[in-house]
């Protein structure tokens, strides 16, 4: 259809939102027959960049992008909105405990739910990518009782095309051969990233990498740290592959899985391999019909059982201090 899209995306102004709104705005996320119309929130110390990156916008000439408006207030930003990407988070500084993270997060995550359960359509599909995303996520729906709660999912999407890119390494094989990786639980260094029921070129990636202390030894530890390596090596955290990743999501909910395949994200629990009902957890996940589902009927060995439910067990401690707070 010939209809814009709104696309909210806030901490439009930081560098994902840097390397995000570009991509959006030449029909990446949507894809080349969507118009796009982009709302950025940011706070106010933050509109001025914006609006730089606005004028940016308008000197690519883009021919799907319909316009583009800049809010500092979270009602009006989510607006009308089709499809919000929470960028914008409270970093942990130094010095900074847990429960003070969650509780500057809160501030941030409890009034955008809101925001969107009053004004956005009928159709929002919600992805957070701000950091701790599993719990932002799971604070914004919580106040969006209006809204369906499976249209807030956390990106674990970046974790999912990094394991894709190292198994694919490891394995001397294109990246496009890997199929059927999962990233379970938190988008944090307890995340576990599962090659048991990959293939490589269709046949089980067990064949092609037999090796268990590179898995545990390596794959993994690699995987789940490699937001600390880049910033490391790069002297600032993941931008442009945080966006990409960020497309991906977006696009596959949109336009679906391909066949025989699936992909990671971080959705709400019904119950499924035992993750907590109403978690927001990272499963292996298919998009049909514009919805996303968990894979069923994989089989979880030992070994992959004790590494989701470590990383499952720290999205309850995490949502058990929101509702300490206060903040669900
Ligand atoms: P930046 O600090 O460059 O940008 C954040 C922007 O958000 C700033 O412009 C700030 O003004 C704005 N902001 C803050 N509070 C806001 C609010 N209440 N409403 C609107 N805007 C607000 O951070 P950047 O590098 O872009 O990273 C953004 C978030 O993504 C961080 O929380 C980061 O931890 C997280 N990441 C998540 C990843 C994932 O895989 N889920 C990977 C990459 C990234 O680390």
């Given at each position: 259809?010939?209809?814009?899209?709104?696309?909210?995306?806030?901490?439009a102004?930081?560098?994902?939102?840097?390397?995000?709104?570009?991509?959006?705005?030449?029909?990446?996320?949507?894809?080349?027959?969507?118009?796009?119309?982009?709302?950025?929130?940011?706070?106010p110390?933050?509109?001025?960049?914006?609006?730089?990156?606005?004028?940016?916008?308008?000197?690519?000439?883009?021919?799907?992008?319909?316009?583009?408006?800049?809010?500092?207030?979270?009602?009006?930003?989510?607006?009308?909105?089709n499809?919000?990407?929470?960028?914008?988070?409270?970093?942990?500084?130094?010095?900074?405990?847990?429960?003070?993270?969650?509780s500057?997060?809160?501030?941030?995550?409890?009034?955008?739910?809101?925001?969107?359960?009053?004004?956005a359509?009928?159709?929002?599909?919600?992805?957070?990518?701000?950091?701790?995303a599993?719990?932002?996520?799971?604070?914004?729906?919580?106040?969006?009782?209006?809204?369906?709660?499976?249209?807030?999912?956390a990106?674990?999407?970046?974790?999912?095309?990094r394991?894709?890119?190292?198994l694919?390494?490891?394995?001397?094989?294109?990246?496009a051969?890997i199929?059927r990786?999962?990233?379970?639980?938190?988008?944090?260094?307890?995340?576990?990233?599962?090659?048991?029921?990959?293939?490589?070129?269709?046949?089980?990636?067990?064949?092609v990498?037999?090796?268990?202390?590179?898995?545990?030894?390596?794959?993994?530890?690699?995987?789940?740290?490699?937001?600390?390596?880049?910033?490391?090596a790069?002297?600032?955290?993941s931008?442009?592959?945080?966006?990409?990743?960020?497309?991906?999501?977006?696009?596959?909910?949109?336009?679906g899985?391909?066949?025989?395949?699936?992909?990671?994200?971080g959705?709400v629990?019904?119950?499924?391999?035992?993750?907590?009902?109403?978690?927001?957890?990272?499963?292996?996940?298919r998009?049909?019909?514009?919805?996303?589902?968990?894979?069923?009927?994989?089989?979880?060995?030992?070994?992959?059982?004790?590494?989701?439910?470590?990383?499952?067990?720290?999205?309850?401690?995490?949502?058990?201090?929101?509702?300490?707070?206060?903040?669900?």
């Amino acid at each position: 259809s010939n209809t814009p899209v709104n696309v909210t995306v806030t901490g439009a102004a930081g560098q994902i939102g840097y390397a995000l709104l570009f991509r959006i705005a030449s029909g990446q996320l949507l894809g080349p027959d969507t118009p796009v119309k982009l709302r950025l929130l940011e706070i106010p110390q933050g509109v001025k960049a914006a609006e730089g990156t606005a004028m940016e916008l308008d000197d690519c000439a883009f021919p799907l992008l319909a316009g583009i408006d800049i809010f500092d207030e979270p009602n009006a930003g989510f607006e009308g909105a089709n499809v919000a990407l929470l960028v914008g988070a409270r970093p942990r500084t130094a010095g900074m405990e847990r429960g003070d993270l969650l509780s500057a997060n809160g501030g941030i995550f409890k009034p955008q739910g809101a925001a969107i359960n009053a004004g956005a359509a009928d159709d929002i599909r919600v992805l957070v990518v701000g950091n701790p995303a599993n719990t932002n996520a799971l604070i914004a729906q919580q106040h969006a009782p209006d809204v369906p709660a499976e249209r807030f999912t956390a990106m674990t999407r970046l974790d999912h095309n990094r394991a894709l890119s190292q198994l694919a390494k490891k394995a001397g094989v294109p990246v496009a051969e890997i199929t059927r990786l999962t990233i379970w639980g938190n988008h944090s260094a307890t995340q576990y990233p599962d090659i048991f029921h990959a293939e490589i070129a269709g046949r089980p990636a067990s064949d092609v990498v037999a090796d268990q202390a590179w898995l545990e030894g390596d794959f993994i530890p690699t995987v789940a740290k490699r937001g600390a390596a880049i910033i490391a090596a790069r002297g600032a955290s993941s931008a442009a592959s945080a966006a990409n990743a960020a497309v991906d999501h977006v696009f596959d909910w949109v336009n679906g899985t391909p066949e025989g395949d699936w992909t990671s994200a971080g959705i709400v629990s019904d119950g499924s391999y035992g993750v907590p009902e109403g978690l927001i957890s990272s499963f292996p996940v298919r998009s049909v019909g514009g919805r996303w589902e968990i894979v069923q009927g994989l089989d979880v060995d030992e070994f992959s059982r004790a590494r989701i439910d470590a990383s499952v067990a720290e999205l309850v401690e995490e949502r058990d201090a929101v509702r300490e707070l206060g903040l669900i």
